[in-house]
């Protein structure tokens, strides 16, 4: 059968880049090889997913590629951390932070002798200034509950792109998922100004919240072409998984070599600022 994908093709440095359109033959039952690795700059444990993706038109679930070697090369502060395998994740568990803001670095992913990259740098991100809680009444636009409000100022002189996430309860699985510019939607219309309502009240996805509940609110800083990535993603994605089966219009940022078989996802860095609040 065929399919078609979109692959952009990313000059990391120079930040610029085009898009292809590729017809790919694929075979229903062929699968392919992905990696799923957000780095950030926090000092829990990092993880790095190397799987091998669903047959397109089978209902088996991806399994993990347990032969891989996983290393994650800072390549500004010269240092070289190798992730171990653990019951289906590669992981590695840092005392210090593994990647900085403004550091360059590149993942290595070798699967059966075949060296896999990519690379990224690591941005800034602002402080989450705090959460504020309100009581609304019944009205057209709201049901009766407790609100919140998150409070961040972008950071000015530069485009800054952001990932605002949200969880809810610990055994809540649903979770928001926001991209913001400048504390906007758009380039080159914000600098340095808070966040726009919506996007300040976007935590509300599943408002109003309950009295006794929790809410852990995220802001990760992204590159331009993670960004792009994301955006994509969340249009495509039904939530089970990055790459848990082949997703059309999803682009990769992980080169392999010339003659080897195409390996699919994502890597990125992430500086991450984050709060957690109790409703009371």
Known sequence: MKL???YI??????????????DIDVDPGETFMYVDAFITNQTSRQQVVVNHSAPYLGNSTPGAVTNAQVVLKNITKNRSHTFQYLNGLYIYHPTFPLVSVGDSVVLEVTVDGVLY????????????DSVTLHYKAQSLLYEE?????VHIKDLPGATDYYWL????????PREGNNLAIDGGYYEDLFDGLEFITPLREAINEYGPFESGGRIDVRLRSLSKQTYSFLEMLF????GSGMFA???KNVPTNIKTPENEKKMLGWFATTAERSV?????
């Open 245 to 247: 089966e082949i997703l």
């Open 276 to 280: 957690t609040i109790f409703i009371p």
């Open 165 to 172: 996430k949200t969880n809810y309860n610990s055994d809540d």
């Open 9 to 22: 093709l990313i000059a990391l440095f120079s930040f610029s880049g085009c898009i292809k359109q590729v």
């Open 117 to 128: 990259t990519a690379s990224d740098k690591m941005n800034r991100v602002p402080t989450i």
């Open 4 to 6: 078609s994908y979109i």
């Open 235 to 238: 249009n495509v994605s039904s």
């Open 145 to 149: 509950g407790i609100y919140g409000e």
